[in-house]
């Protein structure tokens, strides 16, 4: 089954922007522009922040973009914000009826 | 605004099966541009897709858990189900329903998720 590869935890302090990588591969991710991203903080429902690899949701910050170069997407998170901490994980579907979700990454505001 | 709301005994014990329900308002399971999905997360981990259904009736599972999952519908009581047989530890998770739009392949709407724990 094909999995999509996410760094364990990436850390930023607040104002700066960091990028979250989503590796997949050329039959996956470099095949389809269904990638979406969710923020999970735990004990509450995941919230979708990201959807067709660049679309935002009504409601969602602008400070919240997708991006996809080859079998890799991306979330980039700009300027930073204490409430940005929590789990990040995407997900897409990787051919022959299958999804998958990324294993996730832990965002840490310093 | 659609809301989704998971039920089920919090406890089972190993090789039973387990059986959720997701009651949905502000939408119809029978809405032909959804799918109505279920998603888990054992402790320490990451999301797992269970599977989805559509309104027709079709289903599509993980591999990984297909021999062990179904997912049904009754559009009576706006509802769908989960049952997952001869659980063990592993089936020790927060179980998620959430709503999938279809033609974009994504979960646009979550439950608040409902802790099942497996254990004798």
């Known amino acids: 089954q094909s999995a999509l590869t996410q760094p364990a935890s990436v850390s930023g302090s607040p104002g700066q922007s960091i990028t979250i990588s989503c590796a997949g591969t050329?039959?996956?991710?470099?095949?389809?522009?269904?990638v979406s991203w969710y923020q999970h903080h735990p004990g509450k429902a995941p919230k979708l922040i990201i959807y067709e690899v660049i679309k935002r949701p009504s409601g969602v910050s602008d400070r919240f973009s997708g991006s996809k170069s080859g079998n890799t997407a991306s979330l980039t998170i700009s300027g930073l914000q204490a409430e940005d901490g929590a789990d990040y994980y995407c997900?897409?579907?990787?051919?022959?009826?299958?999804?998958?979700f990324g294993g996730g990454t832990t965002l840490t505001v310093l | 605004q659609v809301q989704l709301r998971e039920s089920g005994p919090g406890l089972g014990k190993p090789s039973e099966t387990l059986s959720l329900t997701c009651s949905v308002s502000g939408d119809s399971v029978s809405s032909r541009s959804y799918y109505w999905g279920w998603i888990r997360q054992p402790p320490g981990k990451g999301l797992e897709w269970i599977g989805f259904m559509y309104y027709s009736g079709s289903t599509l599972y993980n591999p990984s858990l297909e021999s062990r999952v179904t997912i049904s519908v009754d559009e009576s009581k706006n509802q769908f189900s989960l049952k997952v047989t001869s659980v063990t530890a592993a089936d020790t998770a927060l179980y998620y329903c959430a709503r999938l739009n279809g033609p974009g392949h994504y979960f646009d709407s979550w439950g608040q998720g409902t802790l099942v724990t497996v254990s004798s």
């Open positions: 997900w897409s579907y990787v051919g022959s009826n299958t999804w998958v």
């Open positions: 050329s039959r996956d991710l470099g095949t389809y522009n269904l």
